[in-house]
């Protein structure tokens, strides 16, 4: 059955997808009186962030925590009045496993010169990282970029254990400019690490950027509350969950959008329609857009990860006064690193015990995907049992979660995909291409996108 439900309004505007970006965007467009319709085809709002409490636990059913990078994350977490959790100062250390031990990455000077993670030749070589000379190649990738300035044991165990842990990628192929666009303009425009980071730490900053701290973040009750303090503050009768878009056409005002809700078709129209949605979806979306076009989009890959949330009611090894362990590929172990969250903020586990959570797969290894949930339970449990030198770990929480298309990798693929995004912008006004397959992975990403989109579309 097909009902015509809607009425054509000026300036309003069609969000495909409820996950972050999507609810950030409609959020920031209500605060400017801009009307939206926000159509998600889950049951529930959020996309993958979802806290879990069960049996004393709460846990992460998706991304573990944030960061306060961006000026627009302080806004929005102050504008919904949703109070955020701040790291714990004594889980700042950072592990890095090398020759199957925990070793602290050095946060300092002295740290920096006794670590045993980096050859002596290559601390040596860092002395001189401020006076070479930039790069040249805007398709450099971070593994080249990381041996040319600094060496190949920063490589080894600092930094492919750092990409595995935000992208479950691969130095080797993701492209710096696009990847961690921050690294290459401090290169770019400083000509160095060091001298870029010394000197942006001398630059004036308002009270909203101070606030912008690069703290690791979560909200308090979970990201969950993030996401629930969000909706809360929107127009619910412009919130549609169960609802996929199917198919969008143009009219003499703007768009039509044909939504399936379970076995019934409606129709809405919007002047502008904004995607979060990844480049697979959107081939075959809109009837005036050649499918061909979305082809350096459709191309984008997708790390596949698993998540286990491992607990523990008592725990009584080794102390986790950390944020998590990284893995090194050379350390040939098969997963990626374990986070902790109850060392990270409170309330994530009882009194006296621990949680972690366990991450595999990654672009490294894919094929650990299509095992078992008891095949990678299992490993997941010897892995843990060698880490921490206990063959008697035996945790009371055992949750997995597999996300097939996890994290996009900003590879040699991404500049034709941003170009195609540009061109389908260009060439079909109202149409605004957003979420992951551009400007960023990270939650503060997304916010600083759908705020930026916003400012946009208010004028």
Known sequence: MTVQTSNFQPGSVAIIGGGLTGLSLAFRLQQKGIPFLLFEKDDRLGGVINTIRKAGFQYEEGPNTGVLSTTETVELFEDIGCPTEIA?????????????????LPAGFWAGVTTPLFSFKDKLRLLGEPFRKKGRN??????????RRMGKSFLDYAVDPFISGIYAGDPNQLITKY??????????GYGSFIKGAIKKS?????????????????AKGGLGSLIESITSKLDQEALYTGSEVRHISKTSNGFSLKIKQGDRYKFFEAERVVTSSGGSYLKNLFDFIQP???????????????????????WKGTKLNAFGGLIPEKENRDILGVLFPASIFPGRAPEGGALMSVFMGGIKKPDLYDKTDEELKAIALKA??????????????FELFRYQQAIPQYDSSSEARLAAISAIEENHPGVFLAGNIRDGIGMADRIKQAYHLAEILSK
Do not use: C, M
């Open 88 to 104: 714990n100062p004594a889980a700042a250390n950072r592990w890095i496993l090398k020759k199957g031990e925990w070793v602290a």
């Open 384 to 397: 843990l049992r060698e880490l921490f030198h206990d063959e008697t770990l035996s945790p009371d929480l």
């Open 202 to 218: 001398k630059l004036p900053k308002t009270a909203l950027e101070k606030k912008a701290n690069k703290a690791v973040f979560s």
């Open 292 to 314: 061909q076009l979305f082809t350096d989009i459709v191309n984008l890959r997708y790390a596949k990860v698993i998540q286990i949330a491992v607990g523990f009611n008592h």
């Open 179 to 188: 990847a961690l666009p921050k690294l290459y303009q401090l290169e770019q």
């Open 138 to 147: 805007p398709k450099e990738t971070l593994a080249e970029l990381v041996v």
